[in-house]
Structures are given as C-alpha cells and as structure tokens.
C-alpha cells in the first residue's frame, strides 16, 4: 500500500466478522502534529480510545457497529471492533486539534490510498463516518453505507438502519 500513510486497523475478526460480511469503518482524518506522525497512527488510537469509555466518537461509532444503543461494557467495546477494519480517508494530519477541515488537496490526495486499502481488506461494506466525506470518495466496488458523523449529530434511529441496510445488501450480493 504505497500511498497509504496510516495504515488501517483491522479487527481479528474482521475476515470472518459477526455480520457475514467485511467492514471497513472510514473515518475522515486525523489530528496531531508532525512529530506524532507514525504509520500505525491509526491502529494505536483504535487501541488507546475505541476499547475503553469516554470518548463520544468511539463511543457512538460502538454503539452504532452494536446495533444497539445500550452502553457498552469494556469488553463489548473491545469486541465490537474486532469485527471491523478502520482507516480514515486523509493521510496526513489535518491539523493539531479538531474541526479542522481537510483542504482540497488533502481530499484529492486520499482517493488513490483509499483504493489500495479496498483492494488488499476487500470489504464488503464500507461505513462512511459523515455526509461531508462522500462527495470526496472514489467509485469503488463496495456496498456504501452513509451515516452522519458521530459528532456531528448521528442519530441511532437513522444511523442503525442504514448500516443494517447495507450489510443486508452485501449479504444478498455474496448469496
């Protein structure tokens, strides 16, 4: 994955998932300063804010992959995301705290890893994690579900049934 600067995390489960199909969770971008630049960015803040309470976003992005709006145990929380890939969409820091906005470049420049994450995780379905996100994403051979941002005011009661909607049409495609 030449173009492909943090590279994704993916769930132990991820290739023989709970929904019977592959999931790749796209975020859009991450924060920080150079310096903190690591290619296994993304697997370390999996691991260090998905598995554990009191971060909004995985919370909410948790109870999302649950199906469920019930608070997650640790445990679950942890499970949830074995089942899953991440990646988000923008390889490079966006900036050092957040709503920072990717420029037209960052947003250009992400189609092609986007792509080589698709061809080598294969998923089935793909999570996009805010409606700003989708019309900067590459044609691709994948079931899109589209939720909005788990920060920026997702609700379960459209967000369940749209992922629940596109897993079942992955289903009936690989079926």
């Known amino acids: 994955m030449d173009s492909v600067r943090f590279l994704p995390f993916v769930g132990d489960h991820y290739y023989s998932s709970c929904y019977g199909v592959r999931i790749l969770v796209l975020g859009e ?3 920080g ?3 903190d630049y690591a290619p296994d960015f993304t697997q370390n803040v999996i691991k260090d804010y998905a598995f554990q309470p009191g971060f909004r976003f995985f919370t909410m992005t948790t109870k999302l992959l649950r199906r469920t709006i019930d ?9 949830a995301w074995q089942h899953v890939a991440f990646y988000n969409y923008v390889q490079e820091f966006v900036g050092n705290a957040g709503r920072i906005r990717p420029t037209a470049v960052m947003w250009r420049d992400a189609a092609g890893a986007l792509k080589e994450v698709v061809a080598e995780l294969r998923p089935d379905v793909v999570l996009v ?3 700003q996100m ?3 994403l590459p044609e691709l051979p ?3 579900a589209c939720v909005k941002h788990p920060c920026g005011g997702m609700s379960y009661d459209e967000a369940i049934p749209e992922f629940n909607r ?10």
């Open 33 to 35: 300063d150079p310096e």
């Open 142 to 144: 994948v079931t899109w």
């Open 29 to 31: 971008s991450h924060y």
């Open 71 to 79: 608070e997650p145990t640790t445990e679950e929380r942890r499970d």
């Open 166 to 175: 596109a897993i079942a049409e992955a289903l009936s495609l690989a079926g």
């Open 129 to 131: 994690l805010g409606y």
């Open 134 to 136: 989708w019309d900067h």
